[in-house]
């Protein structure tokens, strides 16, 4: 019978879907690993994993880049939406970086900051961010 | 080194007006869809992929022109033969980097590295020593305050020459001028970001000199009371120069081994490939 105690298994944000694995795995200092107890099928596990930034998140995120880049309101960004593809050099990703700071109350590191590259990575880093600050 | 700027601008601006006069450079630049479609013809599939991947015509065309930029400026300064630009195949280092792949012909001099705003792409080359390029719109304005920008991405020491500057216009120029020379910077050490964090150097311009900067890189003795130790040493050579009088280029390269401190030449030439090609200036810097 499959068993599966709760200290085998671990995960949290950013998000593990299996598309995205790739996108995890180039970024070390991020990668979580996932281990699990022996269970027999994924039928049997009743469990819910569901790790992409929340929508809100990921809206917020790209109202503050419509902004910066002043791009008109109805240019349709998407998570996977790239900054560069956007037009957005370097200076516009930090100053990108420091309104999300502002909006979301969190700090970013500096090697981090840098190393955005779509909406997706910065919602998911945000909600990381928040998930770590003491809570109130 | 040598710097090819290609300016979004009409065939006919350049020849005829006298630098003195600020231009705006217009946004109708390289019209001609002919020369369009011979620009997209030097290009990889990869790379015209990334220029289907810009989001609007404008921003694809940027794409376009920049690589077609990198294929011809590269391709000129082959000496031995005559190169075709399209043959031209390119790589990135570990960390990221661009790079020309020279395939069979190892040990291959030249480096290049390229920086683009809305209206202006520079490819800088160099040969025997990695380069860094980054331009920036003279009138590019930053949406936060300019000193809290500086306080939470620039070195303590910089913040405080920022600090002392009174007038908002000049101090956000001199922001922009310092957020060049460090891209610049990170750019020619071509590690990433990560490996160069902004607030770990500090650049300053030398004093007695126009244009010529000094690095210095602060690391941390770990003691009790902490110091922190600063080291200008040579290493790496700046320079800061205005291009179309528009924007501001930064350069980076790092010191020949060879010819450690002897000054470095650096040419300007504006160019639109295949049809036309100007020396801008010839210019030494210590």
Redesign the interface.
């Known amino acids: 019978m499959a068993s599966l105690s709760a200290t085998s298994l671990s995960f949290k944000a950013p998000s593990i879907q299996s598309t995205r694995i790739s996108q995890v795995l180039r970024k070390p200092s991020s990668f979580q690993s996932i281990s699990f107890g022996g269970f027999q099928s994924s039928k049997s596990l009743r469990l819910q994993i569901s790790c992409a930034a929340k929508p809100e998140t990921v809206q917020k995120v790209s109202d503050i880049v419509k902004e910066?880049l002043a791009l008109s309101a109805d240019?349709a960004l998407t998570a996977e939406?790239?900054f560069s593809?956007?037009?957005a050099?370097?200076?516009d990703t930090?100053?990108i970086v420091?309104?999300l700071e502002e909006k979301f109350n969190i700090s970013v590191e500096?090697?981090d900051a840098?190393?955005i590259t779509t909406i997706q990575e910065a919602a998911d880093l945000i909600e990381d961010l928040v998930q770590k600050k003491p809570a109130a | 080194m040598r710097i090819s700027v290609m300016s979004q601008m009409q065939r006919s601006f350049s020849i005829d007006l006298p630098s003195l006069i600020p231009l705006q450079l217009p946004s109708h630049e390289v019209k001609s869809t002919s020369l369009l479609k011979r620009y997209s013809q030097l290009l990889s599939p990869i790379e015209k992929d990334g220029v289907d991947?810009?989001?609007?015509d404008?921003?694809k065309k940027?794409a376009l022109l920049a690589r077609t930029l990198v294929r011809t400026t590269i391709s000129r300064y082959q000496t031995n033969k005559e190169v075709d630009p399209r043959s031209l195949m390119f790589k990135k280092n570990v960390y990221g980097k661009p790079e020309v792949d020279w395939q069979n012909c190892n040990n291959q001099p030249l480096h290049f590295n390229i920086s683009h705003?809305?209206s202006l792409i520079a490819c800088g080359v160099t040969v025997h020593v990695p380069v860094g390029i980054d331009v920036?719109d003279k009138e590019?304005k930053?949406?936060?305050d300019v000193l809290a920008?500086a306080k939470?991405?620039y070195s303590a020491d910089e913040v405080n020459v920022l600090a002392t500057i009174l007038d908002p216009e000049v101090q956000r120029k001199e922001f922009i001028k310092l957020?060049t020379l460090k891209?610049a910077y990170v750019k020619a050490l071509g590690k990433?970001?990560?490996a160069a964090?902004?607030?770990t150097f500090t650049i300053q311009s030398m004093p007695g000199t126009e244009g010529a900067y000094n690095l210095c890189k602060t690391s941390e003795v770990t003691a009790d009371p902490p110091e922190e130790t600063k080291k200008c040493n040579g290493g790496w050579k700046f320079a800061l120069f205005d291009l179309a009088d528009s924007h501001y280029a930064a350069v980076c390269t790092e010191d020949d081994q060879a010819n450690e401190g002897a000054p470095t030449k650096i040419i300007v030439r504006k160019t639109i490939p295949f049809v036309e090609d100007q020396l801008i200036s010839e210019r030494i810097f210590l």
Do not use: C, Y
């Open positions: 910066q240019t939406s790239k593809a956007l037009g050099d370097s200076l930090v100053e420091m309104a500096e090697s840098q190393n | 991947q810009m989001r609007g404008e921003l940027n705003t809305d920036e590019r930053i949406k936060h920008f939470r991405f957020w891209e990433g970001f990560s964090p902004f607030n």
